[in-house]
């Protein structure tokens, strides 16, 4: 049986946790990353989602929000549409890709 992330205990997702998971879908060029500053700009627009569960998860695809919002190819799910559309701040290779970085988040 499984259960839905927010029936479970509290899920805690800290910067280090990110960043591994980030590293990990970049491995090999699979996913490019945002720049922070779109990131944060498409974090913004789940803030104010109805579909956010606490503040994390995203109840319409189930992915972490922190997680979706640095990977290039991903938009937003919404049924509605992208509310991501609009939130990209990046020039061609400016997103902060370093492992120091990631973790600095």
């Known amino acids: 049986m ?8 509290r899920t805690e997702l800290n910067n280090d946790m990110i ?11 699979a996913h490019t990353l945002v720049s922070s500053a779109t990131s944060e700009m498409r974090l913004r627009q789940c803030e104010v989602c109805p579909h ?5 998860t995203c109840r319409i695809c189930g992915c972490f929000a ?3 919002a640095r990977i290039a190819e991903f938009g937003c799910p919404h049924p509605a ?3 991501w559309a609009g939130c990209n701040t990046d020039n061609p290779g400016s997103a902060d890709v370093s492992s120091a970085t990631l973790r600095s988040r």
Do not use: V
Request: aromatic fraction near 0%; glycine fraction near 10%; proline fraction near 7%.
């Open 81 to 83: 549409g992208d509310r």
């Open 19 to 29: 960043a591994r998971a980030l590293e990990t879908l970049c491995q090999e060029g």
């Open 2 to 9: 499984t259960i839905c992330k927010a029936c479970r205990p």
């Open 52 to 56: 956010l569960e606490g503040h994390l």
């Open 66 to 68: 922190p997680i979706r």
